[in-house]
């Protein structure tokens, strides 16, 4: 069976958050064959498929539950891009990248979703990471001031900084507005030529060539290539493969509200932050949303379709505990937002782009591992490249290099 428009209508979601999406998405008509199929419409899918579609290449892409949706973990409200990334120059130049590009495309649909914050570095004395950071940054090209303690207790006074004797502000980083970003990425992809489904795709088998995906209804769907960008879901799209390789855990994000008048906690007063040594991190007030905090460790193992995403009263009491020995002034600050989402992590924090080993034309993207989504205009590109272009694929990047056992090397 070929997927047809009735087919189509009948999976609408009631209420879809992206109706404007469904309303300018040409049908797929039966018979349709692509260039290439992008499963998943987060923040990688998003950009490969927009990517492939201004290379020429006919594409639709698809998702289970929308464009960054509420369980995506696209789906947050904001995130963090910054260069800094210790000694991995990989990453640093991916991010450096993907800033330029993320910049284009928001003057491109007159939208500012990127929020120039400024991204602080606290560091400690002896901070292996900062200081590698400092040397690729340099090596990089990127622009960044390093700030005694005394120029940060000057800049900073509603800092409490405690064991942090320095810092690195990155001047050009800040935060992404996420959600609203994928979707309006995804909308452009749709008025430049892509398709969009809302459907979920079963998991492909056989071997050599893939010639279609069947959808959950039972709808086929063809295309030269297939490109499965499905975030936390990859390993139960692909459990054989990817069980043991991707591990997703329940991260918790709270915001708190500063007192009335207060604007110590929003830019630009406030960059966004990072206390690596406390593996925490903050989001200065964006947009009156409230001052958002998390911690950086991994979480337990978290199913993206059915965990339950209420925050946890000792998740609270710790972001509290940080709040109040490093931002005083936030020390009681109510807390107007929680949220649960999840990392789905390779076994150190490298990103997966690989071919499946038996299904030639089927592509495996993900691995985000907490740190993914500033990077998808890069990744967009560089799978765009490998899809028309071939060419062999980074090493840190294959499946040959993603381990079973946990040993995080990347933040
Ligand atoms: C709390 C938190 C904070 C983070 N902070 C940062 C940060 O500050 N900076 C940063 O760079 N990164 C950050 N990250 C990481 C980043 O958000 C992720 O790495 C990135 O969003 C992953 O994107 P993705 O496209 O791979 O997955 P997703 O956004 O999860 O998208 C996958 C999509 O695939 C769809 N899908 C799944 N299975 C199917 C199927 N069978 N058929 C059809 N569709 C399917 C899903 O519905 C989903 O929409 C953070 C993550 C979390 C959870």
């Not at 891009?81 to 284009?104: F, N």
């Not at 491109?108 to 901070?127: C, N, S, Y």
């Not at 993206?304 to 995403?309: L, M």
């Not at 020995?325 to 937002?337: V, W, Y």
Request: glycine share 10%.
């Amino acid at each position: 069976m070929k997927f047809r428009r009735r087919d189509f209508v009948k999976s609408l979601p009631a209420g879809a958050v992206l109706a404007p999406v469904y309303a300018r998405t040409p049908f797929v008509k039966a018979g349709d064959n692509y260039d290439v199929a992008v499963i998943g419409a987060g923040v990688f899918g998003a950009w490969i498929a927009y990517r492939l579609r201004q290379s020429g290449q006919k594409v639709v892409i698809l998702d289970a539950y929308g464009a960054a949706n509420n369980r995506a973990s696209s789906g947050g409200e904001s995130r963090v891009i910054r260069m800094g990334y210790g000694g991995d120059e990989i990453y640093a130049r991916w991010s450096l990248r993907s800033l330029a590009l993320w910049q284009e495309f928001f003057q491109k649909i007159g939208q500012p979703l990127f929020h120039r914050t400024g991204v602080l570095w606290m560091a400690r004395e002896q901070d292996a990471y900062s200081v590698k950071s400092v040397e690729t940054l340099q090596k990089v090209g990127v622009r960044f001031e390093k700030l005694t303690r005394p120029e940060l207790e000057k800049r900073y006074p509603q800092i409490t900084f405690g064991p942090i004797t320095w810092g690195i502000l990155e001047t050009e980083s800040g935060a992404l507005m996420a959600r609203r970003a994928v979707q309006a990425l995804v909308q452009e992809a749709i008025r430049s030529g892509v398709d969009y489904l809302p459907e979920a795709v079963v998991t492909p088998t056989g071997k050599g060539r893939l010639a279609r995906v069947t959808m959950r209804g039972g709808a086929t769907l063809s295309a030269g290539s297939f490109v499965f960008a499905c975030g936390p879901w990859l390993p139960k799209v692909f459990p054989d493969l990817l069980k043991e390789r991707i591990h997703p855990t329940r991260q918790e994000v709270f915001f708190f509200g500063a007192a009335p008048g207060d604007r110590r906690f929003a830019p630009p007063a406030m960059p966004v932050w990072a206390d690596f040594g406390d593996e925490i991190y903050g989001i200065p007030d964006l947009e009156n949303r409230g001052f958002k905090i998390a911690f950086d460790r991994h979480g337990p193992a978290f199913d993206p379709d059915t965990g339950a995403r209420r925050a946890t009263a000792e998740g609270e009491a710790a972001a509290r505990k940080y709040l109040a020995r490093r931002f005083p002034g936030l020390k009681d600050a109510p807390l107007l937002e929680a949220r649960v989402c999840q990392y789905e992590n390779t076994s150190n924090g490298d990103f997966l782009i690989d071919r499946h080993p038996a299904l030639d034309n089927v592509w495996l993207v993900g691995g985000g591992s907490g740190h993914g989504f500033k990077h998808g205009p890069a990744m967009g590109e560089y799978v765009t490249a490998r899809i028309i272009e071939g060419g062999a694929i980074e090493p840190r990047f294959t499946l040959a290099t993603k381990g079973k056992a946990q040993k995080r090397t990347v933040y």
